[in-house]
């Protein structure tokens, strides 16, 4: 893991995350992109004229220039408090679409990791739909890790790695492996069947045995856990074992999306501090 790309607007929930992505790689000795976004309109947002004609508005070097020395203020204020391994920042700004801007430069600065902010008290189901944390990992080519707005970075002791068993690639599981390696962290495998099934828990206990098996990391352990609630499960979970993190996979229909289409509400109060790494499945 090399570079940390930190998408910020400046907001408090912003700010907590880019402390987060520096402590995170003061110890893993990685680079820093500090990213701002100033949005700008698309062709159908465009101002129309008297004769039907669209206008694009102009550029305002001012605010923009405004921007850059809000970047260059956080980047100053991070050299100044560095006392880990030495970190590389840099400031990017970029005119356009957070969906578009973000999986752009994160292939031109081959970013391993975004790492933003998210402001919510809704649980997962803030995160993963229709909001700005949403957009970016829907459509980031590389994982993405949500820091909530009142999440304080920890050593990383335990991964809770939420599984549907649908067949995670052993890439994305690798990937996992190396961030848990760098911290000697273990990682807990999670899986929550909705209702009590002995034939759903052995076909479960064979598939986490053959993940087992193929992975070369070896600090791991299987659980599962019956719950009619799958976050509920998850955040319960998370809790009793004191994880640091929780990772769950991204792929065209995420095993949480039944929380989506319920008329399910409770908020969950773990979710207010615990980072949440999301890793898109190679299909």
């Not at 102009?58 to 923009?64: N, P, Q």
Request: with cysteine.
């Amino acid at each position: 893991m090399e570079t940390l790309l930190c998408p910020t607007d400046f907001s408090a929930s912003a700010d907590n995350a880019v402390l987060y992505a520096d402590e995170l790689a003061q110890r893993i000795n990685a680079r820093i992109v500090l990213f701002h976004i100033i949005y700008e309109l698309t062709a159908q947002e465009l101002v129309s004229d008297d004769t039907g004609h669209f206008t694009r508005l102009s550029v305002d070097i001012a605010y923009e220039e405004a921007q850059r020395k809000k970047l260059e203020a956080i980047k100053s204020t991070l050299e100044n408090t560095n006392w880990g391994l030495p970190v590389q920042y840099e400031t990017k700004i970029k005119y356009g679409q957070t969906k578009n801007t973000i999986p752009q430069l994160v292939l031109e600065e081959h970013a391993d990791l975004v790492v933003v902010g998210h402001e919510g008290n809704n649980g997962l189901k803030d995160i993963f739909k229709g909001s700005v944390a949403a957009d970016i990992i829907q459509n980031s080519p590389c994982p993405v890790l949500v820091i909530p707005a009142k999440a304080n970075f920890k050593p990383i002791n335990k991964i809770v790695f939420a599984t549907d068993l649908e067949g995670e690639p052993f890439t994305e599981v690798g990937y996992v492996s190396k961030l848990a390696g760098l911290f000697e962290a273990e990682i807990l495998f999670l899986h929550v069947l909705s209702k009590p099934s002995r034939k759903k828990e052995v076909i479960a206990e064979e598939e986490l045995n053959r993940m087992y098996k193929s992975m070369a990391y070896k600090n791991v352990s299987f659980h599962q856990i019956t719950n009619t609630h799958m976050e509920e499960g998850i955040s319960q979970f998370c809790q009793q074992h004191k994880a640091d993190m929780l990772v769950m996979g991204y792929h065209p229909r995420p095993f949480w999306q039944h929380l989506f289409t319920q008329d399910y509400t409770r908020q969950i109060a773990d979710h207010t501090y615990l980072p949440l790494l999301v890793i898109h499945y190679k299909l």
